[in-house]
Antibody, heavy 120, light 108 residues
């Protein structure tokens, strides 16, 4: 069965960086893109960006452009999201989510979420 | 950027009642719209894709309709497990891919 398992919660100071992993299983990794979506406490869903697991192409939301890098390791079927220069408003649950089909940015499988807390 | 506006923000209903949730787009998204359900402490769950296609395993009481700028998610008869927050999401124009602000369906 398809699974996306994320790394554990992180606490970071303002200005630091965080790297969240998303290990996938149960399907061919390079067939479906991986997206990152975050949710601030009590708030809605915000799409951060997507990486093609086929060729590594990335698209980022303007709000995080310049601070975020999404990568993959096909040998371990794992996707990564690296966010730099953290601010207090980056405190959120970060989810990875898989494209429903090739090029279809509807998310059929999600990771369990990783809480990132930014606090001095 | 396509803005999705969901209404109402909160819907207070009793089990067995019909729920009608609205999602309006700032410009046409054709039928490239999905609906998700999110319960506290859980990741979102895909219910409906391409406006009206129910995901395998989603109960038939969930139905999606609409095209262009106006969409509706209908729950024909609320079950206790349906009380949750529902989000719409468009994939017509991206980046950025966008979500609506959500509708909370709560027990009256």
């Amino acid at each position: 069965q398809v699974q996306l398992v994320q790394s554990g919660a992180e606490v970071k100071k303002p200005g630091a960086s965080v790297k969240v992993s998303c290990k996938t299983s149960g399907y061919t990794f390079t067939t479906y893109g991986i997206n990152w979506v975050r949710q601030a406490p009590g708030q809605g869903l915000e799409w951060m960006g997507r990486i093609s697991t086929y060729n590594g192409n990335t698209n980022y939301a303007q709000k995080v452009q310049g601070r975020v890098t999404m990568t993959t390791d096909a040998s371990t079927s794992t996707a990564y999201m690296d966010l730099r220069s953290l601010r207090s408003d980056d405190t959120a649950i970060y989810y990875c989510a898989r494209d429903r089909s090739a090029g279809d940015l509807t998310f059929d499988y999600w990771g369990q979420g990783t809480l990132v807390t930014v606090s001095s | 950027e396509i803005v999705l506006t969901q209404s109402p923000a909160t819907l207070s209903l009793s089990p067995g009642e019909r729920a009608t949730l609205s999602c309006r787009a700032s410009q046409s998204v054709d039928t490239y719209l999905a609906w998700y359900q999110q319960k506290p402490g859980q990741a979102p769950r895909l219910l409906i894709y391409d406006a009206s296609n129910r995901v395998t395993g989603v109960p038939a009481r969930f139905g999606g309709s609409g095209s262009g700028t106006d969409f509706t998610l209908t729950i024909s008869s609320l079950e206790p497990e349906d009380f949750a927050v529902y989000y719409c999401q468009q994939r017509r124009n991206w980046p950025p891919l966008t979500f609506g602000g959500g509708t909370k369906v709560e027990i009256k």
